[in-house]
Nanobody, 114 residues
Framework: QVQLVESGGGLVQAGGSLRLSCAAS????????MGWYRQAPGKQRELVAR??????NYGDSARGRFTISRDNIKNMVYLQMSSLEPEDTAVYYC?????????WGQGTQVTVSS
């Protein structure tokens, strides 16, 4: 089992920045993928960004504005978000994928006011 705990969400004005953090603990093995997804009210959960030891992928909404990074020693993954827009308002979920299993955090709310 892998446990994920997110932090860093909150309320920010349009054009502002936020940094999300996710701490992973438990039976973590390599290789793995860590990333961020988000879900806005009435919409499906979508990829924001994910990172493995070999590649990094961004969803269309994040490309050019968000940056994902990870610290494999601390088992942390971060999402630096800039130029935030009201459309970025959502619950952001940390995700960890290993051995064909997805693990999810409880989610952190990001609200961007116009």
């Amino acid at each position: 089992q892998v446990q994920l705990v997110e932090s860093g969400g909150g309320l920010v004005q349009a054009g502002g920045s936020l940094r999300l953090s996710c701490a992973a603990s438990g039976n973590i093995v390599s290789p793995n993928v860590m990333g961020w997804y988000r879900q806005a009210p009435g919409k499906q959960r979508e990829l924001v960004a994910r990172s493995s030891d070999y590649s990094t992928n961004y969803g269309d909404s994040a490309r050019g504005r968000f940056t994902i990074s990870r610290d494999n020693i601390k088992n942390m993954v971060y999402l630096q978000m800039s130029s935030l827009e009201p459309e970025d308002t959502a619950v952001y979920y940390c995700n960890h994928f290993q051995r064909s299993t997805n693990y999810w955090g409880q989610g952190t709310q990001v609200t961007v006011s116009s």
